[in-house]
């Protein structure tokens, strides 16, 4: 055996091939340092293998994200409507908003359902008819020497002459001419009346808007003058061809021209009622 060992000699052939045994079963690490640039890609990454510690910080873009597979952001729950609103990361009830969607600043959408705090409720819409109605006690006599004898009754006014002829009768509304700050129209007015037969006529219905500017005497204005003769009973509606926006010179009044061919007869007047409509426009207090 001695003698076996003795004459066995190690060639350089055997030495190299014990050098490339040795190597080829450490061929991984070697692998692993002396791998081509850009040789490693999808395919040789394993599932969840890139972790945020391995990413550079800043290092990802908007175009590096899918943004259709991201999450919700937890304190935008409320903001899916606030498509457009700039603060929407603060938009508690931009969801419910009806603007929301154009809101610049959706932090202040959390109150659109209100204004000033106060809930719709508590505004009065500036539109629809308004009515002012008088009771039959406000018909007196223009002239009060004029022989007339003057009933008032809970429910009319009756107007006897002690002689054949003609009287005015005159009715002056306490109406506004202007309703949360907005001028008021004037429209019309519907009168409430009587006639006792042929022998009572209603001649002329004057309505005036007189206008008072520089003195106690105003300017008649009339709006709406019906001169047929009626003889009928009715609650007839006169509607103003011009309807004109009241100002705070203004008030609203009504004459009628009655003519008695027997006496005694009377005339009943009852309810008057003045009709307006709101306007956008703003109201003045009186030119000083």
Not at 95 to 117: K, S
Not at 160 to 173: E, H, M, P, Q
Not at 188 to 205: H, K, M, S
Request: a neutral charge; proline letters at 5%.
């Amino acid at each position: 055996m001695k003698k076996v060992l003795a004459n066995f000699r190690v060639s350089p052939a055997m030495v190299i091939a014990c050098i490339a045994l040795t190597v080829s079963l450490s061929g991984v690490g070697y692998a692993a340092v002396t791998l081509p640039r850009n040789s490693v890609g999808t395919p040789q990454l394993k599932r969840n293998a890139v972790t945020s510690i391995k990413v550079r910080n800043n290092a990802l873009t908007g175009a590096d994200i899918l943004e259709s597979r991201l999450g919700r952001v937890p304190s935008a729950r409320s903001a899916i409507n606030a498509t457009n609103a700039t603060n929407a990361t603060n938009a508690t009830n931009a969801a419910n908003a009806t603007n929301a969607a154009n809101a610049t600043n959706a932090a202040n959408a959390a109150n659109a359902g209100q204004l000033d705090g106060k809930d719709s409720t508590a505004f009065v819409e500036n539109s629809g008819t308004i009515l002012i109605s008088a009771g039959p006690e406000n018909w007196e006599a223009f002239d009060s020497t004029d022989p007339l004898n003057i009933t008032h009754t809970r429910n009319a006014s009756n107007f006897t002459r002690t002689v054949i002829g003609s009287s005015f009768l005159r009715l002056d509304a306490q109406a506004p001419v202007a309703q949360y700050g907005k001028a008021l129209r004037f429209v019309g007015a519907e009168i409430c009346y009587a006639t006792t037969g042929a022998n009572v006529t209603l001649e002329t219905v004057f309505i005036d808007l007189p206008r008072y500017t520089t003195s106690g005497i105003g300017a008649a204005n009339n709006q709406i003058t019906d001169d047929i003769d009626r003889t009928d009973n009715a609650c007839r509606v006169y509607t103003d061809p011009t309807p004109l926006v009241l100002t705070a010179e203004d008030t609203v009044g009504v004459m009628l021209s009655v003519d008695w061919a027997a006496v005694p007869q009377s005339m009943h007047l009852g309810r008057t009622t003045f009709i307006f409509e709101p306007t956008t426009d703003a109201a003045s207090p009186p030119t000083p």
